[in-house]
């Protein structure tokens, strides 16, 4: 490093227009440095010039790079040094070379400096798109090699004063602040220079400083895609090298991640975590982190306003001001100290919760306060209670009616009273303080000596290390502020009155505490308590409940251990869902989600008439059907009456498997033999005979190879994507029909065939037309049996017909139906006629120890009764209608949406690459269903290339609902996945 050498001084120099050059002009300069005919498209920059070159075809063949005069070769040297140490140093990466070329005679003016670099295709994280956590991950780990790899980096022209060195964001902001001319937004860059950047200061002595990239962002690294996940795995655009803070390196790649959609600040974790593995972080560089996200972002809206100011034909700078705002107000909108926390814990770094004072007296003398219990678990919340109005107000009052002297919340809680059902963003759950009622006027007593205020929001105690607050519902009384000892009176709360109890340090990390809002996202709870004490420990020397948290982690790690892997759970690190309400799900952190997949629960959750059902009878007689009672009797003649004759004949079980198993028993007995006929993408249960005629990949990866030999699969009828599609669909009846000529031909006439009549497996897709008439008419023709599999798609779900079949124009010999049958309780029934039945006295007799219970028939006649009074079916027909119609709009918008599947609530969205080759788009549909989880939508995949979306909600979806579903596919497919 040379003493003497001295580069660029922003401060020195002024305003930097960016150099003028047409895109002909670069054309004409590429062309002579080429020594070839080539054309410039202008890629944009804020002080330089940069064009890509391409041939003719538009092939690319270089980028020209006319770095602003301002700059000296020296400097342009060190950015050459750097990439070669780089490339040398990090091979798996991408970096800009510099391409063979001529230096043109006579260079436009303010070009001197032009130079071409390799292209490197692929394209940026450039525009707001989504950025997915595993592309957050990898630009942490991006910059954290760099950073690494550029810590022994020495070069002389790294020596320069830019604007963009954080080490001078304090006098950049100073000097720049006047060309914002919006008073709100100037408030917000005037305190960044007076209360964020004295932070990093005062930090400064500590932070490491090395040759920084300086400039290594979203739109500075360029892409790999895979299925349309686009992966950095490279860096470009070295015009910003300097000498600066190790961790500014980190803090300008985290601002970068902030203006991308539904960015929250505590997304860009993953990066931070990865950038520390890589180049671990000092002490004061973790303090100094979020400060400088800050000030990065301050400086950009500075830069980009001045920018524009001085240079307003710079559409570079002006298009990019809005995501600037957006980097800073989002940097800006979470406390230091929360951030601290937060990113102390992502690194394995401990912090302390905060605690109460040692020694503190009580707050008010609350013998016996009862706690109320205001999570996803408690009972005074069922019924739907928790979305009334004010309902732990009157949860509470309930409670002091019945006798406790005081009531209180528990610190902490993640309460469902604060749950919002139909939101996108996770509600702020997480209770900050702790609620009290008392049944009679209490008085307030200083915990600790301070000086106390009252006001209109209530009363505020300040001691050395600890502010109280006690807010009063309706407080008014205003009086002068007092210095007080221990156990002075304070307040007081009327009785019957909500108070709101918090206690937050005075000072945290940064210096003064930031106030505490009165409920907090559940993942920033144990951030939020390096400031927040529980308070509990104040109304009664019982120390109750620690902050409770979200143990789904916990949950999962005991699930494994008593579970077999075989038992799959829905995704990675699920929610833990204890609570369900209709149409929602809400997980124990009160995050509520629009679930649009559970088609047993055709009534919705929680439905109060079922369960009430359900305890009666319990109370009054459950046993099983080989008792006489009335209830099996009834659900048997109710459930029969929905069938065409000759389907008379009831056998009620307790699952789709068990029927359908008991179905092709049935088959077997009544034929005497023992062939079955199934079709391919099918899947009937996992009892032994039923897995046999299950032919899904996607449920067994070897079904096809491994079928008994009794089982016979013709192809999937599917007219999408199979064999046949379109009109031609037709075909695939003739071929079953031949398949199972040539089966009887050698002998083996089946004993049934077995086919969902519409076909849900598949993904919600109607049979061809004809299909079940030509095949039922077959294999009656050869003396089998025709099953219909009705446990997904009967019972309503479809809109127009209350059973598949129906939409096929036939009369199944035996129908088989669950799921919807018992909304959620294990039941399942076989329905056939007479003589068929009667066969099966050549297999024994039949008994189903709780099939037909009386529970289980009050059951199957509730759900029977409730989806007909309720017009359920009238209601998936409508909705259904609504709902595909806009899915098919959605179609027109984006190309993945292959096509829409389906009828009333059954419907399947399939997804592809190409709608020509029909290229299933698997790890796009996977990653669309984990966002849509993230924006409040339970979804997930189905069929055999698992690419379809599968919509099966309860039946009693509202538009509402169906909206909200839409408006997030919509979100998640036009801003990415
Ligand atoms: N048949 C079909 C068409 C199914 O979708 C299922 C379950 N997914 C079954 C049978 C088996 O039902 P169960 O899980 O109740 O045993």
Redesign the pocket.
Known sequence: MSAVYRGFDFFASGELPAPQLSESEAGTVGTEMLGRPVTARSLGSQQDANFLLEDDLGGPLGVLKVPNEAFTAEELDAQTAATARLAGALPDLRFPTAVPSTRPRDLPDGCGHARILSFLGGGTLNGSGYLHPEVIRRLGTIAGRVSRALATFEHPGTERTLQWDLRHAGRVLTLLAPSVRDPARRRVVDRTLSSVWPLVEGLSSELRLQVVHGDLTDDNVVCTAEATLRRPDGVIDFGDLCRSWTVGELAVTVSSMLHHDGMTPRDVLPAVSAFDREQPLHDAEIDALWPLVVVRGAVLVVSGTHQVEIDGSNVYAASGLEREWRILDVAAGVPFDVMRAAIRTALGRTTEPATLPPGHRALVAAPGALTLDLSSTSAALDRGRWLEPDVEHALATDALDAGAPAVTTAFGEFRMTRSVPLSTTAPATAATGVDAWFSADTELRAPWPGVVSRDGEGVTLRGDEHVLTVAVDGHTADQPTATVATAALIGSVPARTRCRITVRLVRGAYGSAPDLPEFVLPDELASWRSVACDPTALLSDRVLSESRTDDADLLLRRRAASFATVQEHYYASPPRIERGWREHLISTTGRSYLDMVNNVAVLGHGDPELADAVARQMLLLNTNSRFVYESVVAFSEQLAATLPPPLDTVFLVN????A?DLALRLAMAATGRTDVVAVGEA????TYA?DAVSTSVADNPTALSTRPSWVHVVDAPNSYRGKYRGLDARRYACDAAAQIERLAETGRAPAAFIC?PYY??AGGMPLPDGYLETVYAQVRRHGGLCIA?E??VGYGRLGRWFWGFEQQAVVPDIVTV??AMGNGHPL?AVVTSQPVADRYRTQGYFFSSAGGSPVSSVVGSVVLNAIRERNLQANARDVGAHLIARLQALADKHPIIGTVHGSGLYLGVELVRDRETLEPAVEETDRICERLRHLGVILQATGDRLCVLKIKPPLLLDRAGADFFVDALDHVLATGY
Request: aromatic letters at 10%.
């Open positions: 699952s789709g498997s068990e359908d899947y009937h249960g996992w039923t969902e849900g497996n599999d446990v997904q669950a799921k399942g």
